[in-house]
T-cell receptor, first 115, second 112 residues
Framework: KAGVTQTPRYLIKTRGQQVTLSCSPISGHRSVSWYQQTPGQGLQFLFEYFSETQRNKGNFPGRFSGRQFSNSRSEMNVSTLELGDSALYLC??????????????FGPGTRLTVL | AQSVTQPDIHITVSEGASLELRCNYSYGATPYLFWYVQSPGQGLQLLLKYFSGDTLVQGIKGFEAEFKRSQSSFNLRKPSVHWSDAAEYFCAVGPGGNKLTFGTGTQLKVEL
């Protein structure tokens, strides 16, 4: 069974631009969560989608948004990029939704650099 | 609010030596606890998890962890470290499922 895939793996953008990252979960998984990893703040939860609905949201500004499609693939979008948005963005998929017991499987991440 | 503290930023051990990585959590109810490992350029891999029951949890790659409610701790242990264990280790707590709060991580270096 293929693992979680994230595209692109690396991305360079300039301040003020917007970016879209993609995540394909493990086949059969319906929950996709997104995390931001930075040296200063560590790993922080962004949001979770299950069956095309956002179930949980972390403490990030509205510039960070996401969506999930009917095939469970998810995208996250960051608008008006700031230097501080430079990070590794990790996607994790799970069979179960938030609040239930389950293991999350993480993808390799997308490394976003904002210049 | 829930939080996780990993007091050791870096740890160096010799290959074959035992290992203990510390994790303290703050959570209002019975927590779900996890240990993940991250190798350079990789995502996170789950080593083990605690939901309920036996407080000593066995995981993959020979790791184990013990949940101690009285100390709010969930320390990770391995009796004999291999060079391939060099990586960054994260402790995490959650209400169950997919909204996890992570610690800041412990970077493990293994000396040959």
């Amino acid at each position: 069974k293929a693992g979680v895939t994230q595209t692109p793996r690396y991305l360079i953008k300039t301040r003020g631009q917007q970016v879209t990252l993609s995540c394909s979960p493990i086949s059969g998984h319906r929950s996709v969560s997104w995390y931001q990893q930075t040296p200063g703040q560590g790993l922080q939860f962004l949001f979770e989608y299950f069956s095309e609905t956002q179930r949980n949201k972390g403490n990030f500004p509205g510039r960070f948004s996401g969506r999930q499609f009917s095939n469970s693939r998810s995208e996250m979008n960051v608008s008006t990029l700031e230097l501080g948005d430079s990070a590794l963005y990790l996607c994790a998929s799970s069979f179960l939704a938030g609040g239930a017991q389950g293991e999350q499987f993480f993808g390799p991440g997308t490394r976003l650099t904002v210049l | 609010a829930q939080s996780v503290t990993q007091p050791d930023i870096h740890i160096t051990v010799s290959e074959g030596a035992s290992l203990e990585l510390r994790c303290n959590y703050s959570y209002g109810a019975t927590p779900y606890l996890f240990w993940y490992v991250q190798s350079p350029g990789q995502g996170l891999q789950l080593l083990l998890k605690y939901f309920s029951g036996d407080t000593l949890v066995q995981g993959i790659k020979g790791f184990e962890a013990e949940f101690k409610r009285s100390q709010s701790s969930f320390n990770l242990r391995k009796p004999s470290v291999h060079w391939s264990d060099a990586a960054e280790y994260f402790c995490a707590v959650g209400p169950g499922g997919n909204k996890l709060t992570f610690g800041t991580g412990t970077q493990l270096k293994v000396e040959l």
